[in-house]
Each structure stands twice: as structure tokens, then as C-alpha cells.
């Protein structure tokens, strides 16, 4: 991964966890442009893992770990709000990655169980939507 690599990335990554978090909070008119915004924020990472097995090359590095956490937390935020974002149709090599990383037993072994997950976020969606707290 070169330097230019690296500095997009730190860009980025701010860019997703803000498209993540309006996404959750975003009531189901204003979804929509949230969903695109999202695609479009994701594209740089689709570029960036193109004829890899991981970001960093052939293992895990850095940067898999960073973003490591969309894989574990972007299939729960698309089942609360019934969006799809990373699928086969707009994504398909950074749902293969998803797969791939989750699927290391150490990442699958560290994470939280994925119910309780899922309770946290949609308690923390109605929180978003109800007002008890701002963005």
C-alpha cells in the first residue's frame, strides 16, 4: 500500500463511521441519499482492495484492522434499517473481504456476541430517532 494509499484511507475512514451513523439515525424518506452517500464512500476502500487478499497485501495488516470493524458492524446496521449497501450487486469484493476477515478465527474470537450487537444498535437507533441523542 503506498503513501497515497494510506493518507486517502485516513480520510476515508472518518467519511464511513459518519455515513454509519447517519444511516442508523436517518428516518426512511432521508435513506435513500444516506445509502448513496455510503456507496460512494466505500468505492475508495472496493478500489483499494482490488486483486488483494487484504488490504495490507497477502495477510492482515493495519489498515484490515481499522476497517475491520465496518465488516463486523455494516451487516448488522443494513439489518436493523433494511438497507444494503456492501452486497454482491454494489460490492462484491468488499463483501468477499467482509467474509474473508471474519472469518479469521482470531477476529471471530474477539468479537462481541453479534445478537447483542444487534440490541445495542437498534437501542442506540431509537435513541438517534427519538432525540435523546444528538448527532
Known amino acids: 500500500m503506498t503513501?497515497?494509499?494510506?493518507?486517502?484511507?485516513?480520510?476515508?475512514?472518518?467519511?464511513?463511521?459518519?455515513?454509519?451513523?447517519?444511516?442508523?439515525?436517518?428516518?426512511?424518506?432521508?435513506?435513500?441519499?444516506?445509502?448513496?452517500?455510503?456507496?460512494?464512500?466505500?468505492?475508495?476502500?472496493?478500489?483499494?482492495?482490488?486483486?488483494?487478499?487484504?488490504?495490507?497485501?497477502?495477510?492482515?495488516?493495519?489498515?484490515?484492522l481499522a476497517i475491520g470493524l465496518f465488516a463486523f458492524l455494516m451487516p448488522v446496521f443494513e439489518e436493523i434499517v433494511g438497507v444494503s449497501i456492501v452486497d454482491d450487486a454494489n460490492a462484491p469484493l468488499l463483501k468477499a473481504w467482509f467474509a474473508r476477515f471474519l472469518d479469521v478465527d482470531l477476529i471471530k474470537t474477539s468479537l462481541p456476541p453479534r445478537d447483542k450487537m444487534y440490541e445495542l444498535c437498534k437501542e442506540r437507533q431509537q435513541q438517534f430517532i427519538s432525540g435523546q441523542i444528538k448527532f
Open 3 to 64: 503513501i497515497h494509499d494510506r493518507v486517502r484511507m485516513r480520510v476515508v475512514l472518518p467519511l464511513l463511521t459518519t455515513q454509519h451513523e447517519k444511516l442508523v439515525m436517518a428516518k426512511w424518506e432521508a435513506q435513500k441519499k444516506v445509502v448513496q452517500e455510503a456507496r460512494e464512500a466505500f468505492k475508495t476502500l472496493k478500489q483499494a482492495i482490488t486483486g488483494k487478499e487484504h488490504f495490507g497485501g497477502d495477510s492482515i495488516g493495519y489498515l484490515d
